[in-house]
């Protein structure tokens, strides 16, 4: 049960969304990415970084970081 801010019940990996280590992204667009805890939630591209790192916002305004296979695009 996810008791954050998740993607619709049911949404898949390579159906719904899908991480892959050559996905690229543009600020403001919305993803999804892993939790700590194997959830996904849903955050949104803030900048692309010269270490080759996303700065997303996630839920509650916190910032983080991400290699761009750490983070699902969304194909639905």
Not at 4 to 26: A, I, L, M, Y
Not at 33 to 53: C, H, M, N, P, Y
Request: charged letters at 20%; aromatic letters at 12%; hydrophobic letters at 40%.
């Amino acid at each position: 049960m996810c008791v954050h801010v998740c993607p619709p019940q049911g949404w898949r990996e390579s159906e719904d969304f899908n991480f892959s280590p050559t996905s690229s992204f543009k600020n403001g667009e919305m993803v999804v990415v892993a939790r700590s805890d194997g959830q996904i939630t849903w955050a949104k591209v803030q900048t692309f970084g010269k270490e080759g790192l996303y700065e997303v916002l996630v839920e509650a305004g916190a910032k983080k970081t991400f290699f761009p296979a750490s983070i699902g695009k969304i194909l639905a």
